[in-house]
């Protein structure tokens, strides 16, 4: 009885603490995780700065998805059998932490993920927007306009990885899935931005690994990471976005850029085989070109905007190989969503989504893989999201002996996510 007493002490107390927190739980240039979030990119540059001490905010995010997905192919290679019915909820931990005036921790730790029952790190970052804990006015007028990150962190690839589901962070995402080329990576390395009038400009470097080690030394170098573009809100009704992004690493034992999301893909066990588990096949649905030790990756992203008219589309390519290949093969990637946010305070909307992909794949084929997405969500609260999703994906041009030889998978999924 004692020891339930105490844990009862113990937990009314970390309560305590986060109604505490809770009456202010904004953080200056930092992306709300809620409904306020959406159609941010990177967090935003404050021009006022609040700090005034040490500040906690824990936050997360939960969802549970429907799944009603029939998938097909050839008969070449036997299909797991899948039926309709819910899977493992997901759930994320975040900590931000404001630490001086302009200098903010992250941190995401996945509590439950389709690969990893068990809670594990994402990763997390220190992000620096003013250099007054140095000495106050240290270089003021510079860090107006620069931003500097450094972590084991999400690289800033491309503007596709601002709207993507991470794990249980679906808030930001109209749909379900996320691409079929899902460019996603962490890796150690920092990032400088600068922004002015609209004007956006990034260079970073990271050591190109996704599993941190010492070993094998000469076999990794660094990658680069840059971004330019324009982001401007034209005028009361419309805004334009803009960017271009480049990934390049000339040397790595194993480049993760389309295959680093350990949370997985919220199609579950689509176009697998009789041997298939919802963890160790938990990339279902996605396509990972093989570039594995040598790759430089292009993406061109345009957002606009009008009232509650917007569109934002994906144009990528990918060039690279695998040690035991001599040539470089390319991948190209295109995808357009267009979404129409109607009601009080945009609290509805429906959309669609194309996504198409053209490789030359690692078994000599050229292959094709298209996907169309139907989507309509409601928001319940700026934290409570419902969707419901319809998909339909197509495979063209693998080998008659593949799993993938005239496959298909298509139907419904309903999704509901919590984000605080």
């Known amino acids: 009885m004692r020891k339930y007493v105490k844990h009862g002490l113990l937990a009314a ?21 809620d409904k306020n979030g959406i159609n941010v990119f990177e967090s935003p540059k404050d021009t006022m700065l609040t700090f005034d001490g040490v500040k906690v905010r824990v936050g997360g995010s939960s969802t549970l998805q429907f799944q009603a997905l029939d998938h097909e192919n050839s008969g ?8 309709d ?40 970052y220190l992000q620096v927007d003013n250099f007054d804990f140095i000495s106050p006015g240290f270089l003021e007028e510079a860090m107006k306009y620069l931003t500097i990150k450094v972590g084991h962190m999400e690289n800033n690839y491309g503007d596709a990885h601002f709207r993507r589901s991470d794990n249980s962070q679906a808030i930001y995402n109209p749909f379900v899935g996320n691409l079929i080329m899902d460019a996603f990576t962490t890796e150690v390395g920092g ?8 004007f956006i400009g990034m260079f970073g470097l990271s050591n190109g690994k996704l599993n941190q080690a010492v070993t094998n030394p ?48 919220r199609y579950y066990l689509v176009m697998e085989n009789t041997e298939a588990s919802a963890t160790s096949n938990f990339r279902s649905g996605r396509y990972d070109p093989g570039m594995r030790n040598e790759i430089t990756a292009f993406m061109i992203n345009p957002f606009l905007k009008y009232k509650g008219l917007e569109f934002f589309g994906t144009f990528e390519t990918a060039k690279g190989k695998a040690d035991a290949e001599t040539d470089k093969r390319t991948a190209t990637q295109l995808a357009g969503e267009l979404i129409y946010r109607f009601g009080n305070n945009e609290n509805f909307y429906i959309g669609g989504r194309y996504n198409t992909v053209d490789s030359e794949d690692p078994s000599g084929s050229d292959i094709t893989i298209n996907r169309t997405q139907l989507g309509f969500g409601a928001f319940l609260t700026k934290n409570i999201l419902t969707k419901l999703e319809y998909v339909n994906q197509t495979y063209d041009g693998y080998d008659t002996t593949s799993i993938f030889h005239d496959g298909k998978f298509n139907g419904v999924l309903l999704e509901a996510v919590i984000s605080f």
Do not use: C, W
């Not at 070449?76 to 039926?83: P, Q, R, T, W």
């Not at 990032?191 to 609209?198: A, I, T």
């Open 191 to 198: 990032e400088v931005y600068f922004r002015k009038n609209g």
């Open 218 to 265: 000469d076999q990794t170098g660094a990658s680069i990471l840059a971004k330019l573009g324009y982001d401007k809100q034209l005028n009361d009704d419309f805004r334009l976005r803009l960017t271009g992004s480049l990934y390049s690493t000339g040397k790595s034992s194993r480049v993760y850029l389309y295959g680093a999301d350990r949370a997985g893909s």
């Open 76 to 83: 070449a290679v036997d299909l797991i059998e899948i039926g």
């Open 85 to 124: 019915n819910f899977n493992l909820a997901t759930a994320n931990l975040d900590l931000d932490v404001a630490l001086a005036k302009g200098v903010r921790m992250h941190l995401r730790t996945y509590l439950s993920s389709r690969h990893h029952p068990e809670p594990y790190v994402k990763g997390g």
């Open 13 to 33: 107390a970390f309560l305590a603490g986060l109604m505490g927190y809770s009456q202010n739980r904004q953080l200056d240039n930092f992306r709300s995780p």
